[in-house]
């Protein structure tokens, strides 16, 4: 109980923190500490997954579907099967998705949409996990460029490009 107690402060205050660390091949790209880490624990199983399930198949496309922070491990896969050079298409839909990395990973990721990967974020305009990490001067955390808004009225509007 104390261990789980501590491991949510000392999480709670890393992300207060905005820890931002060097994404792999992308000069000056960089994303969130914890997302980076807690996906590096889970890349093998996902890799494994596509080379069992789809790399040999007569698949032309995957689509990866996150919601929360389910989208940005979803999204860290699917670049990392990009860099792997495979041969489907690839697409991303997220739901509520946070915000992953600084201005340059952003600009990564839309320099790879409708080429490499298409990328569509949901967001509830009443949802406040799409608003984390909290932005402020000292914090570089971007989106990429579309994002889809649901408003109260239930209407879905697209925004960005």
């Known amino acids: 109980m104390v261990s789980t107690l501590l491991q949510r402060a ?5 992300k207060l923190q905005n820890i931002l660390v ?14 980076k880490s807690r996906f ?8 494994e997954f596509y080379d069992t399930h789809v790399k040999n198949k007569d698949i ?22 990009i860099a792997l050079n495979i041969k489907q298409k ?12 600084n201005r340059q990973f952003a600009h990564y990721l839309n320099s790879l949409a409708n080429t490499k990967i298409r990328i569509s974020r949901i967001t509830n305009m009443d949802d406040y996990v799409p608003r984390l990490p909290l ?5 570089f955390y971007t989106h990429t460029l579309l994002e889809n808004w649901i ?4 209407c879905l509007c697209a925004t960005g490009k």
């Not at 932005?135 to 914090?139: K, R, T």
């Open 135 to 139: 932005s402020n001067s000292n914090s």
């Open 60 to 81: 032309k496309h995957v689509t990866g579907v996150g919601h929360g922070s389910g989208g940005v491990y979803v999204l860290l896969g699917m670049l990392e099967l």
């Open 22 to 35: 060097p994404y792999p091949g992308i000069a000056g790209a960089k994303i969130d500490y914890e997302f």
């Open 40 to 47: 590096e624990s889970i890349k093998p199983k996902f890799i």
């Open 10 to 14: 000392f999480f709670l205050v890393r």
């Open 90 to 101: 690839l697409s991303v839909f997220t739901l509520g998705q946070p915000r992953v990395g």
């Open 151 to 154: 408003e109260a009225d239930d």
